[in-house]
């Protein structure tokens, strides 16, 4: 199947730093990608859905200006939470695909 | 706008007996459905999905889900458990027209027990 790689796997930082997240579609173009956060022992809730070369659409609820989202490529859409704290920490995943979607590996974000 | 909803959170059996994890959707459209199971600690993985044709569905490792459009179930199954299987299961659905946007249900914890 299709594979889609998320960079990087765990990160720690900083209360007040910004992170970025990568997720990359190896083999294939995806114009569409979905951004997933989990919390421990939750589900995944879908935060924002990354549209190439256009402004993502947030689910209600999601802060726009908190979780940026840039989508340059037809193979890269990006996730930077700025300003991080420690509510930020959690399991954020990355899908891509077309019938089907092809899942990160996910990011583990530790905010101290 | 799609929804799925999980009744059990948590599914203890013993090792070798039989479990099915229960799944209902919501939807106005036409769906696509699917499992999904994590490990502790780990990403997910695809078991298996309900894309059209057979509404019966299996994985390779002994696991089965119907489809079943009347009751609006896609419920999971599997005859004879083994320790390996203890994981998250994650029900899902998505809209045909937006195929790869998934929507999770809250999760079943599945506990095997020696």
């Known amino acids: 199947g299709a594979v889609v790689s998320q960079h990087p796997s765990r990160v720690i930082c900083k209360s007040g730093t910004s992170v970025k997240i990568e997720c990359r579609s190896l083999d294939f173009q995806a114009t569409t990608m979905f951004w997933y956060r989990q919390f421990p022992k939750q589900s995944l809730m879908l935060m924002a859905t990354s549209n190439e070369g256009s402004k993502a659409t947030y689910e209600q609820g999601v802060e726009k200006d908190k979780f940026l989202i840039n989508h340059a490529s037809l193979t890269l859409s990006t996730l930077t939470v700025t300003s991080a704290h420690p509510e930020d920490s959690s399991f954020y995943i990355c899908s891509a695909g077309n019938i089907e979607a092809f899942f990160g590996q996910g990011t583990r974000l530790t905010v101290v | 706008a799609q929804s799925v909803t999980q009744l059990d959170s948590q599914v203890p059996v013993f090792e070798e007996a039989p479990v099915e994890l229960r799944c209902n959707y919501s939807s106005s459209v036409s769906v696509y459905l699917f499992w999904y199971v994590q490990y502790p600690n780990q990403g997910l993985q695809l078991l298996l999905k309900y894309l059209s044709g057979s509404t019966l569905v299996e994985s390779i490792n002994g696991f089965e889900a119907e489809f079943n459009k009347s009751q609006t179930s896609f419920h999971l199954r599997k005859p004879s458990v083994h320790i390996s299987d203890t994981a998250e299961y994650f029900c899902?659905?998505?809209?045909?027209?937006?195929?790869?946007?998934?929507?999770f249900g809250s999760g079943t914890r599945l506990s095997i027990r020696p």
């Open positions: 899902a659905v998505s809209g045909r027209s937006s195929a790869s946007k998934i929507i």
